[in-house]
């Protein structure tokens, strides 16, 4: 067993995955059959504190809430002259547009907003380009026609960071644009009456540290700054002030949803989010909840793994109106017929997913040598091309480009790993010319390339990250929070566990070494999961499955070269609610020889 926190955990230096086993924080051996008698702490403080939360700060991060880290709104670039504008055009009663990206946290955003204006006895109209058809972010001719029709102001969400075209169109034709957006900026920034971006390079240090938002948690800032400048001017004194707690499940949902990391804010956000969520007072989410099959209040993972595909798919392979229109419907029929609408479309994305990821492996097969997967095809629907590099990504542990060509352009979406920074190499290949356009923060980027250009930037992006890959890899290890006796993995353990959550990127679930065992049983079910019958010398048993994992090469040896071996086993510890009583099981995501 491992004595030290620099020591490799149950002895593993080089794991069937090729990673070395170590202590996210300090030692956390409750070998003793899962009594932790011998910790100086109790698992949730240790938990934290391997999460890198001050000792002195412990209670706060403990039960994480908005009071404890919310920021001042005003702190942020532009918040202020945003909210003015955005007051004036409540108190004047003018015709606002809030103009958000197809995704789930441009429409959570989207939502959040009109929901907000209604709360203010005001109204939002909204518009959503179609993925296809106009693609991303704001277009001049879009922004133009709004104008037109009797929009005096726009607000975009979730996009306009990098529209510098289109918002100057906007400015031209007299029509105002606040941004709100939190994606990465160039040092020069389009002309808009405000853009709200904790990613501005020119933002202060506060704000800036609040980079890791997600648009909607930018938007839900403004929010609280367009209340309180109305408190001040006397809006309430005839109308009841809205509570914004109301809005944190749509909060929630985008911030998971788009990958956000949860730690601080938006780990408050999330974990405040997730009780109103359970509410159900929002008759879009109800619907949406119900149609994810769930018999129980959403957790942090449903958010990414069953509401949000579900949003993403109008967008992706479908109407891109439907998440808006699903979040903001105050008619349950109509919010019942849109979320089966949206789950069908969810149907249709994974078929179409699944042929792009076919012919995008075949090409992956060829490209032993590059530290950066850059992949193509005539025929590919944009919809899912960031879905399935994020899949390559994960099976290749280098980053992944998938591009849809239509002709001599191709759209592209690009997924990264931690310490390669994607969207910046992306941001770096726009200045230079190699793309016509793109954008994004460090692990997801999109992007615009003429065909004729797609060997030259592929060269050059290979060449830009090889190094940072290298790094990366070279550094592959599994941190781990507890090693534990099969005995010791049971129901209440994952109850304790899940005190220190919500986890998500950033914030990462725990992670357990359990062993040595032997397999019982293993066999491949669905298309490539991997389900484990695991015992152990003193009669505990264990289940374990490793989700689309049989076609690796640590898969296989379980699979093919475990008999007669003890092993350890890790991953994530979970509860198995499908039966009669609820039992503790493993989500494996590695396993190593224990002789």
């Not at 020069?188 to 709200?196: C, G, I, Q």
């Not at 879905?387 to 060509?405: D, F």
Request: negative net charge; proline residues 4%.
């Amino acid at each position: 067993m491992a004595s030290s926190a620099i020591s490799a955990v149950c002895g593993v230096e080089r794991s069937l995955a090729g990673r070395r086993w170590r202590w996210r924080g300090g030692n956390m051996d409750m070998m003793g059959g899962g009594a932790p008698g011998t910790l100086q702490d109790d698992i949730t403080t240790q938990l934290l504190l391997a999460r890198g939360v001050d000792r002195s700060d412990i209670e706060r991060h403990r039960q994480p809430t908005l009071r404890g880290f919310l920021p001042d709104p005003s702190q942020f670039r532009d918040m202020d002259t945003a909210v003015e504008r955005v007051a004036q055009a409540i108190i004047s009663g003018e015709t606002v547009t809030i103009y958000g990206d197809y995704d789930v946290d441009g429409a959570t955003s989207a939502a959040l907003l009109i929901r907000l204006m209604r709360m203010l006895d005001a109204e939002a109209q909204y518009y959503i380009p179609d993925r296809l058809l106009e693609g991303y972010g704001p277009s001049g001719e879009a922004l133009v026609k709004l104008g037109e029709s009797g929009s005096s102001l726009i607000v975009t969400v979730d996009c306009g960071a990098m529209a510098f075209d289109a918002l100057q169109q906007a400015r031209d034709a007299g029509i105002d644009v606040i941004v709100v957006d939190h994606h990465k900026c160039a040092a020069e920034l389009p002309k808009a009456v405000a853009l709200v971006n904790p990613n501005r390079l020119d933002e202060n240090d506060l704000a800036a540290s609040h980079g890791h938002l997600a648009a909607v948690g930018v938007a839900f800032l403004l929010a609280i700054a367009v209340v309180r400048t109305l408190r001040e001017r006397g809006y309430f004194e005839s109308r009841k002030e809205p509570d914004l707690r109301a809005l944190l499940d749509l909060v929630a949902l985008g911030t998971v949803a788009d990958v956000a990391a949860l730690h601080g804010l938006n780990r408050a956000f999330v974990a405040q989010g997730l009780k109103v969520m359970a509410k159900r007072d929002n008759i879009g989410m109800s619907a949406l909840i119900d149609a994810s099959r769930l018999k129980r209040a959403p957790q942090c993972s449903d958010l990414g793994f069953a509401l949000g595909p579900r949003i993403n798919a109008g967008g992706r392979v479908g109407e891109s109106t439907l998440g808006v229109r699903l979040l903001t419907t105050e008619n349950p029929d109509e919010a019942r017929q849109i979320a089966e609408q949206l789950s069908a479309l969810n149907e249709d994305r994974r078929a179409i997913e699944a042929e792009v990821q076919e012919a995008a492996e075949q090409q992956v097969a060829s490209q032993y040598n590059r530290a950066v997967q850059v992949v193509f095809g005539t025929g590919w629907h944009p919809g899912v091309i960031g879905i399935v590099a994020g899949r390559i990504k994960e099976k290749t542990g280098k980053p992944s480009l998938v591009i849809a060509l239509d002709g001599e352009t191709g759209k592209g979406s690009g997924r990264s790993i931690p310490g390669v920074d994607l969207g910046a190499a992306i941001i770096a290949a726009r200045e230079q010319g190699l793309l016509e356009a793109g954008g994004g923060h460090a692990m997801a980027a999109g992007m615009t390339v003429s065909a004729s250009r797609l060997e030259e930037f592929s060269d050059w992006l290979d060449a830009r990250l090889a190094r940072d890959v290298s790094r990366a890899n070279a550094e592959r290890e599994m941190m781990l929070d507890l090693s534990l006796a099969p005995r010791g993995l049971t129901p209440e353990l994952v109850e304790t566990l899940d005190g220190a959550g919500p986890y998500g990127v950033g914030w990462p679930g725990p992670r357990v070494a359990v062993g040595p065992v032997h397999l019982v049983k293993a066999d491949v079910v669905g298309a490539d999961h991997l389900r484990l019958i695991a015992g152990s010398g003193d009669g505990g048993s264990l289940k374990a499955i490793a989700f689309r994992s049989a076609e690796t090469e640590w898969g296989q040896a379980l699979l093919h070269g475990a008999k007669g071996r003890r092993l350890w086993l890790a991953g994530r510890a979970k509860i198995d609610d499908w039966g009669p009583t609820p039992r503790a099981e493993l989500h494996l995501e590695d396993a190593a020889w224990a002789d």
